[in-house]
């Protein structure tokens, strides 16, 4: 995890891909630790979830740590917050 520009250069030019999955940035709010998590879990489970359980997939592609790291929280409380059934159609 990364806090500035200047560290996240960095830390993207020395990744090792084999030893690091993703790099977010720290912007102050506390949400990111959650999106992690659920990025994660989701990483692991989503195979299952959608060939066992029938759940949805959404993609979403963007290689900027910057602006995956600001918008993840934001999608996971959107998706976490929705009442039951408001998006599927009758």
Same mark, same amino acid.
């Given at each position: 995890?990364?806090?500035?520009?200047?560290?996240? /250069?960095?830390?993207? /030019?020395?990744?090792?891909?084999s030893?690091?999955?993703?790099?977010?940035?720290?912007?102050?709010?506390?949400k990111?630790?959650?999106?992690?998590?659920?990025?994660?879990?989701?990483?692991?489970?989503?195979?299952?979830?959608?060939?066992?359980?029938?759940?949805?997939?959404?993609?979403?592609? /963007?290689?900027?740590?910057?602006?995956?790291?600001?918008?993840?929280?934001?999608?996971?409380? /959107?998706?976490?917050?929705?009442?039951?059934?408001?998006?599927?159609?009758?």
């Amino acid at each position: 995890m990364a806090f500035n520009t200047p560290e996240l /250069e960095r830390l993207v /030019e020395l990744a090792d891909p084999s030893a690091v999955d993703r790099i977010f940035v720290w912007q102050g709010d506390g949400k990111i630790l959650v999106g992690i998590i659920l990025y994660v879990e989701d990483r692991r489970n989503a195979a299952a979830d959608t060939h066992l359980a029938g759940v949805q997939n959404l993609l979403v592609i /963007e290689d900027s740590p910057l602006f995956y790291s600001t918008y993840l929280p934001l999608l996971f409380d /959107e998706l976490w917050h929705r009442p039951t059934g408001c998006c599927r159609r009758t």
